[in-house]
């Protein structure tokens, strides 16, 4: 069974700084793979997605990139802001459209 | 922002009685799952749907039921509440292509069972 995780679970950083997500997952034999962001008592909304043949996908201040041979995924985020507080989880997907989520990252920015 | 409804958003409930939450889309996409999000567990899958009347058992289905009797209709039905059913519920549907699957997800329905 795919086995999907994240750290570190918590991570706090000054404002103003670069940070890294990383995901790992243990089958390399995925469709593709999202970055999503989850506030407090909110749903989850897809940040980014990369398909299994993508090297990296960009959106704004956020870079995400796979290497899907070693089983890891980095969400880069550039110039972080208080507003980018949140959760941040990844999702792997597989055949019979499945989809194996990590237990997330909880980044705190203080300005 | 895709066309995801959940009802109802917050539920109190006693133990032992039934409970019927709903997930209504407008995207008219193939799949539809029901995940239950807990500290320290993560999102796990309870059943999803990949049509009409065409449903199977995620990893925690015990204790729930689903039924899709329309494109865009996915009920969750919890038989007999339990206080370990307290959670918050998250609807997400897929379309279903393989390459460029994306899953949406709900605003979430939270439960809590006395």
């Known amino acids: 069974k795919q086995e999907v995780t994240q750290i570190p679970a918590a991570l706090s950083v000054p404002e103003g700084e670069n940070l890294v997500l990383n995901c790992s997952f243990t089958d390399s034999a995925i469709y593709n793979l999202q970055w999503f962001r989850q506030d407090p008592g909110k749903g989850l909304t897809s940040l980014l997605l990369?398909?299994?043949?993508?090297r990296e996908q960009t959106s704004g201040r956020l870079n995400a990139s796979l290497d899907k041979s070693s089983g890891r995924s980095t969400l880069y985020i550039a110039a972080s802001q208080p507003g980018d507080s949140a959760t941040y989880l990844c999702?792997?997907?597989?055949?019979?459209?499945?989809?194996?989520f990590g237990t997330g990252t909880s980044l705190t920015v203080i300005p | 922002d895709a066309g995801i409804t959940q009802s109802p958003r917050h539920k109190v409930t006693e133990t032992g009685t039934p409970v019927t939450l709903r997930c209504h889309q407008t995207e008219n996409h193939r799949y539809m799952y029901w995940y239950r999000q807990d500290p320290g567990h993560g999102l796990r899958l309870i059943h999803y749907?990949?049509?009409?009347?065409?449903?199977d058992k995620g990893e925690v289905s015990d204790g729930y039921s689903v039924s899709r009797s329309k494109t865009e209709d996915f009920l969750l039905t919890l038989e007999s509440a339990t206080s370990s059913q307290t959670s918050v519920y998250f609807c997400a549907i897929s379309d279903g292509t393989s390459s460029g699957n994306t899953i949406y997800f709900g605003e979430g329905s939270w439960l809590t069972v006395v």
């Open positions: 990369i398909q299994s043949s993508q």
């Open positions: 999702a792997v997907s597989g055949t019979g459209n499945q989809f194996y």
């Open positions: 749907s990949y049509g009409v009347k065409d449903t």
